[in-house]
């Protein structure tokens, strides 16, 4: 069974930084081999892609919202995705949620992905 932690998140004022870890523990797989993703929700939204890393790190794709100022990475030997955000807004306000597919190739859909963390709390004051 894939398990997911995120950690990082917290309140921050608007135009500051928070980084978010994403650690897949206990899985039994090669984590290397598999694409993984941020998504987030705000209170009465439905959960929305923000950014997804592949197999190959070159296989990077981001929601237009949050291109140029968020950066997604991953550290293969450690097993974590990381979601570095720079220059915040209030409306970036959400629970951001980790997740992972069972292949090596980027997605947008929620759909599409397979496992998934328990969520962390991202607070913009304005």
């Known amino acids: 069974q894939v398990q997911l932690v995120e950690s990082g998140g917290g309140l921050v004022q608007a135009g500051g930084s928070l980084r978010l870890s994403c650690t897949e523990i206990?899985?039994?797989?090669?984590?290397?081999?598999?694409?993984m993703g941020w998504f987030r929700q705000a209170p009465g939204k439905e959960r929305e892609f923000v950014a997804a890393i592949g197999w190959k790190t070159t296989n990077i794709v981001y929601a237009d919202s949050v291109k140029g100022r968020y950066t997604i990475s991953r550290d293969n030997a450690k097993n974590t995705v990381y979601l570095q955000m720079n220059s915040l807004r209030p409306e970036d306000t959400a629970v951001y949620y980790c997740a992972s597919r069972r292949i090596g190739i980027t997605s947008y859909n929620v759909g599409e992905y397979d496992y998934w963390g328990q969520g962390t709390q991202v607070t913009v004051s304005s």
């Open positions: 206990a899985s039994g797989r090669r984590f290397s081999s598999y694409a």
